[in-house]
C-alpha cells in the first residue's frame, strides 16, 4: 500500500508505474496522469485526516479503468468525465490509464451548480454545450500555449457545463458567479475551440455557432483580447512557431504555414514576423540556440502550497 495526501494507493499487481505533470493555474490545479496496476481509495479517514474540501473533476483519456462511488463504480469509456467531491468516499480501480484531473474550489462549483453534491461519483452527460469530458481534454491540449488568466478561467467552463447539466440557464449562471466570469468562460471556449481548428476557415459565425453562443456574445468575450480575428492570428503564429521549433521536422515552412491555416506563404511569413520580430527561416537557424520552456516540475511542497490555496 502507498500512503498519499488524499487516499490510500493499493497494487493490483506486480506491476506499479506513475507518471505524473501537473499544473497550476489560480483557483485550478490540473493533473495529467498515466498510471498502472492501481487501486485508489479515499475512505473516511483520509477525509477526516486531511479535511479537504474541494471537487475534482476525473477524465479519461484511454485505458483501462473502474472507479466511482465505493461499490457502485463502473468501467469508464475514453472521454467520460466523473466528478468527486472530496468529502465523500471514492475508489478508482486502474488496470492501465492516461487520467486528466481538474481540482476546483468547493465555492466556484456550488455557486453555479448548488445541488452538485448529487453528482459525486457520477459519469456526466453531455450538457446543451457539449461533452464536459472532451471540453477538458481539448483543454489540456492547449493549456501550455494559452496566457494564464485565460487558462485560468477553464474553471469558469466547467463549472458554467455542470449548471447546465443540472438545468441552469447562462442568465442563472451569470446571476451566481458575474457578468465578468461568464465572459471569460465564453472567451476561454473560443480560445480553445480556435486553438483545435486553427486549419478551418474560422470565421467569427463559425466560432460563435460551434461553442453556442450569439456572434454578438463572442465579440463581447473576445474584446478585452484585441478580437476574434487577432487572437486567430496570434494562435496561428502561436503553432507555427512550436512546429518549426521542432528539429526532428524536416518539413519544409510553407507546409507548416498552410498547416496552420494562413491563407498563403507570404501572409503567414509576414505575420510571423510581425509578432517574433523575425522571418520563420531565421527562426529555424536560430532555434538550436534556445531551449523550449517545459512544463514545471512537480514537487511536494509544491504541491503542498497547491492543496492549500484550494482548501482554503
Not at 174 to 179: F, L
Amino acid at each position: 500500500m502507498i500512503q498519499s495526501s488524499g487516499a490510500a494507493t493499493y497494487l493490483l499487481g506486480e506491476t506499479f508505474e506513475a507518471t505524473i505533470a501537473a499544473q497550476h493555474f489560480g483557483r485550478l490545479t490540473l493533473f495529467d496522469r498515466q498510471i498502472i496496476g492501481a487501486d485508489h481509495r479515499r475512505n473516511s479517514s483520509h477525509i477526516r485526516r486531511d479535511g479537504f474540501e474541494h471537487y475534482y473533476l476525473q477524465v479519461l483519456r484511454s485505458g483501462r479503468v473502474v472507479s466511482g462511488r465505493p461499490g457502485e463504480e463502473r468501467r469508464l469509456v475514453p472521454g467520460d468525465a466523473v466528478l468527486y467531491d472530496a468529502t465523500r468516499p471514492m475508489r478508482s480501480i486502474v488496470d492501465d490509464g492516461d487520467i486528466v484531473t481538474i481540482i476546483l474550489t468547493r465555492d466556484q462549483v456550488e455557486a453555479a451548480a448548488p445541488n452538485v453534491r448529487d453528482l459525486h461519483g457520477s459519469v456526466l452527460p453531455k450538457c446543451e454545450t457539449g461533452s464536459l469530458g472532451q471540453t477538458v481534454l481539448s483543454f489540456i491540449r492547449c493549456a501550455s500555449n494559452l496566457p494564464e488568466p485565460s487558462a485560468a478561467g477553464v474553471g469558469h467552463i466547467i463549472t458554467s457545463m455542470l449548471g447546465q447539466i443540472q438545468g441552469r440557464s447562462d442568465a442563472a449562471y451569470s446571476d451566481a458567479v458575474g457578468e465578468n466570469n461568464l465572459e471569460l468562460s465564453r472567451r476561454l471556449k473560443a480560445e480553445i475551440f480556435i486553438d483545435n481548428n486553427l486549419a478551418s476557415d474560422l470565421s467569427s459565425d463559425f466560432i460563435a455557432r460551434s461553442i453556442g453562443v450569439s456572434r454578438s456574445s463572442l465579440y463581447r468575450a473576445m474584446q478585452s483580447v484585441g478580437g476574434v480575428e487577432t487572437v486567430v492570428t496570434r494562435r496561428r503564429a502561436a503553432r507555427m512557431r512550436l512546429l518549426l521549433s521542432r528539429q526532428d521536422k524536416a518539413e519544409l515552412i510553407g507546409t507548416s504555414i498552410r498547416k496552420v491555416g494562413f491563407s498563403s506563404i507570404s501572409h503567414g511569413s509576414r505575420v510571423f514576423k510581425e509578432i517574433y520580430g523575425q522571418s520563420p527561416d531565421q527562426f529555424r537557424l536560430d532555434i538550436g540556440d534556445n531551449t523550449l520552456s517545459r512544463t514545471q516540475v512537480l514537487h511536494p511542497n509544491r504541491m503542498r502550497d497547491w492543496y492549500s490555496t484550494m482548501n482554503d
